[in-house]
């Protein structure tokens, strides 16, 4: 493409003579326009754009410097180049030094040389442009990140900062130009508050890139103080040689202490702020190897609050963490220096006495502790009086592990709250006994399922008024080879206990759909099959999606199921024990409240849920005797069922007087050894067959 070139003179000889000249340039042409006249060069450039203007000073109306001016505003970024006259050289420095690249004498329109500068000089100008906008791309760039950057010379004056530099420093680009680094960046260290030298410095002096120490501290110009991470490195010349130096730099003032946040937040509990269970290992694992050196003694205190439910389910969530926090302060007022409380999880504490002179001293503070808990809390206009059960392990005589004497304090803690609660037991041989019992059963309990050791007895649900069989429940056995037939209440609290329920429970509701499904195709009419469901059970995210998966696998009628849940589980949590029983209830599956009246009965809560039964429990049912007085508790219980449309199911039946009892207030269904024991599935199918006879008192 050729070299675009304007002529600006109002001499024709001289625009002849340059188009001339440029015409002969064959190798590398020129495309030539002229104007003799300086306002329509304007115009020209105006709407054109040529490489380069080759401009006579002396123009009709307008002359000498201020027709350069006026061309040079006109077009500020097209180099011109003067045309000067011999006399004029003075004239041709004035206007390089407003602007011009260069000039020539009329008598070089003869010359190649002319040619030559001309293209030069379009050339360097398109250097110039390149070099502009890698700048001003390099500018933006600078300005768009977040780090800070800081350019110095080799006497360390700062030349430069981007906009991230004038924020963080607190000095303007301006202001800072031509000042020591040391001056625009003082810095400190986090740990000692003393001075220290800036890595500008030192790359300076030693030609590499240097860091700053972690923890460095930025003095901003109005003394505010930001903590700060960077890096510096030296500016090389052309020929290789240090020039200068960078500063990179960001604040890191919020994410220092969201990491220290963090690290805290890792080894403290959210709610109290107390040393959580990885902090309180490490430093029972500290305690015992010091112990451990010096023939010391360590105790560990495991303390739980004493139906603490019942709290939280009188002030809410919200008002049993703050008698959670409570309670932190008032035992953390009990220790000493080295000692450490630590929030278990719930409603759960352990105390690490890390020096003590023997047992007899974890024994005071544990008085201590229960004696500063009984003193009142008032939370939400309420006056609390919270109680706690404490256990005592000590390092070494029950354990040399930190989990071993967590475990032992534990089981001693157990122990308390089945006696007396609202004291503390150390533990003994006694509780290792018991402890034993318990791992030997739940050792057991894992390998039971797969040797099918458990079976399925199902005890009838009779018809009070003409004793036929209506219903069955579902009732769990262990027949253990090493164990003998196990009762439920000697391994049912240590499946809870370990997570075992959850299989063992599956199980039971498969087994329980498989059989009802026999019985059906037998042609047996043996009503509805009852299968009770554990907390543990009620509370997991897939819980309903497994009885739907049984359901199917089994082809069972879910109007035929029915599942037996305690109040105290559904009244965990309210809201979401609705949600799930509306769930089951749109599957059309039947659902009883178990052990009605030992915990809440409380009519405003079971009109919530989609309840069809009430059991009545047999603890009420057993004070039924003809010298017990009237059974006003489970005369209420069966007029609230009755005004709701709710049926009624009286468990533990064993005599004629409870029978009639029952009759005479309405209960037309119950269950109990007065009509059968819990029997095999083949032996059901007889009872069902006949019904029960009228029982004689």
């Known amino acids: 493409m050729p070299n675009r070139v304007l002529i600006v003179s109002a001499d024709a000889e001289t625009s002849r003579s340059l188009r001339e000249l440029l015409a002969d340039q064959k190798a590398d042409p020129f495309s030539v326009e002229t104007s003799g006249n300086l306002s329509a060069a304007i115009t020209s450039l105006g709407s054109g754009d040529p490489d380069v203007v080759v401009a006579d000073l002396h123009m009709p109306g307008c002359q000498g410097i201020e027709a350069f001016d006026r061309l040079f505003s006109a077009a500020p970024h097209t180099p011109i180049v003067v045309i000067c006259r011999d006399e004029e050289v003075g004239l041709a420095d004035l206007a390089v ?69 004038e924020s963080i420093t607190g000095w303007s ?13 003082r810095i400190l260290d986090g740990g000692t508050r003393r001075p220290i030298r800036n890595p500008v410095a030192l790359v300076l002096q030693e030609d590499k890139p240097m860091g700053m120490v972690a923890g460095t501290v930025l003095v901003r110009r109005d003394g505010q103080e930001v903590t700060i991470e960077d890096s510096a490195s030296p500016i090389h010349d052309y020929d290789d040689k240090i020039c200068g130096a960078v500063l990179v730099f960001h604040d890191v003032t919020v994410a220092r202490a969201m990491s220290l946040k963090m690290a805290h937040l890792a080894q403290h509990d959210y709610l109290t702020d107390l040393p959580n269970r990885s902090l309180l290992n490490d430093r029972l694992l500290q305690a015992i190897a010091l112990a451990e050196r010096h023939a010391g003694q360590v105790a560990i205190l495991f303390l739980d ?15 049993g963490d703050l008698v959670l926090q409570a309670v932190a302060k008032r035992l953390e007022g009990c220790i000493g220096r080295t000692d450490t409380v630590s929030r278990h999880g719930g409603d759960e504490f352990v105390v690490l006495l890390s020096e003590i002179e023997g047992p007899a001293q974890a024994g005071i503070l544990a008085e201590r502790m229960l004696q500063e808990l009984k003193q009142p809390i008032f939370v939400k206009d309420r006056k609390l009086q919270i109680t706690g059960s404490i256990g005592i392990s000590v390092y070494p005589e029950d354990g ?41 059963i739940s050792d057991a309990l894992e390998l039971a399922l797969d040797r099918d050791e458990f079976v399925v007895l199902y005890q009838p649900n009779v018809n009070l008024f003409d004793c036929t069989v209506v219903g069955v429940e579902a009732l769990l056995r262990w027949n253990s080879p090493g164990l003998g037939m196990q009762s439920p209440g000697l391994f049912i609290p240590v499946a809870e206990e370990t997570g075992l329920i959850l299989p063992i429970g599956h199980w039971v509701l498969r ?44 082809a069972f009628d879910p109007a035929a199921l029915q599942l037996e849940i305690t109040e105290s589980v559904l009244m965990n949590d309210v809201e979401e024990s609705a949600k799930i029983l509306y769930e089951i209830k749109e599957m059309g599956i039947r659902i009883a409240v178990d052990d009605f009246g030992i915990g809440y009965s409380s009519l405003s809560y079971l009109n919530r849920f989609p309840v069809d039964i009430i059991k009545i429990d047999q603890s009420f049912v057993r004070c039924l005797t003809p010298t017990s007085g009237d059974g006003i508790i489970v005369t209420a219980i069966i007029a609230m069922a009755n005004s709701l449309k709710i049926a009624v199911i009286a468990e533990g039946i064993e005599t004629k007087f409870q029978l009639d009892f029952l009759r005479r207030r309405g209960c037309r269904e119950g269950q109990g050894f007065l009509f059968s024991t819990p029997q095999p599935p083949e032996d059901i199918s007889r009872l069902v067959i006949s019904s029960f006879p009228q029982p004689q008192s």
């Open 400 to 440: 040399e592990k930190p989990n071993i004497l967590l475990h032992c304090a534990d089981a001693a803690m157990y122990k308390a709250k089945i006696n007396h609660r609202n004291t503390y037991q150390f533990y003994s041989r006694e509780i290792m006994a018991k402890d034993i019992e318990r791992k030997r």
């Open 97 to 165: 030094q407003n602007g011009a690249q260069g000039f020539f004498f009329k008598r070089d329109f003869q010359s190649s040389l002319t040619a030559q500068m001309l293209r030069n000089v379009i050339k360097r100008k398109a250097v110039e442009a390149a070099m502009f906008l890698e700048k001003a791309r390099a500018e933006i760039m600078l300005n768009s990140i977040s780090d800070a950057v800081i350019g110095t010379d080799m006497a360390g004056n700062v030349e430069y900062l981007n906009v991230a530099a």
């Open 305 to 319: 609050l004493d139906r603490f439910k019942e709290v939280n389910d009188s002030i809410g969530h919200a008002g």
């Open 511 to 554: 087994e329980a759909c498989a059989q009802g499904k026999r019985w059906e195709a037998e042609g047996l009419k043996v009503g509805t099959v009852a299968v009770n469901i554990s907390a543990l059970e009620f509370r997991q995210k897939n819980f309903v999606a497994d009885i739907r998966s049984v359901l199917e696998e089994s």
């Open 173 to 185: 680009r301006a202001e800072a130009h031509g000042q020591q680094i040391d001056q625009v960046m």
